[in-house]
Nanobody, 129 residues
Framework: DVQLQASGGGLVQAGGSVRLSCVGS???????????IAWFRQAPGKEREGVSC????????QYPDSVKGRFTVSTDYSKDTVYLQMNSLKPEDTAVYYC???????????????????WGQGTVVTVSS
């Protein structure tokens, strides 16, 4: 099992940047790098939305059009940490951001939230206009 801890949220002005961190702690089973980590967000009154998901085949990352070109995922395996760098933030990026983990089952992308086994507690990002 993996415990995930998300952090780094806060209040930022539109156009600014924030970097979120998701630190994994393996409690049993497979090492952290046998998992893929995705980021999701949920804005007040809205459904949860995926903002990144990473292929288990080649570790490339997909982003929805709403964040493409502005958000970037990176991983530091020495620290079991996945980062979400968010640039050119907009008020509509305001949300609770969650990282989620999944033991790799096979090649390709897994982007549906229901597929993910482990969830961090969420960190709030508020973008002011």
């Amino acid at each position: 099992d993996v415990q995930l801890q998300a952090s780094g949220g806060g209040l930022v002005q539109a156009g600014g940047s924030v970097r979120l961190s998701c630190v994994g702690s393996v409690t049993s089973g497979y090492p952290f790098d046998d998992h893929v980590i995705a980021w999701f967000r949920q804005a007040p009154g809205k459904e949860r939305e995926g903002v990144s998901c990473t292929s288990a085949s080649d570790y490339t990352t997909q982003y929805p059009d709403s964040v493409k070109g502005r958000f970037t995922v990176s991983t530091d395996y020495s620290k079991d940490t996945v980062y979400l760098q968010m640039n050119s933030l907009k008020p509509e990026d305001t949300a609770v951001y969650y990282c989620a983990g999944l033991k790799v089952r096979g090649p390709g992308f897994v982007c549906g939230a229901d597929e993910y086994e482990y969830w961090g507690q969420g960190t709030v990002v508020t973008v002011s206009s």
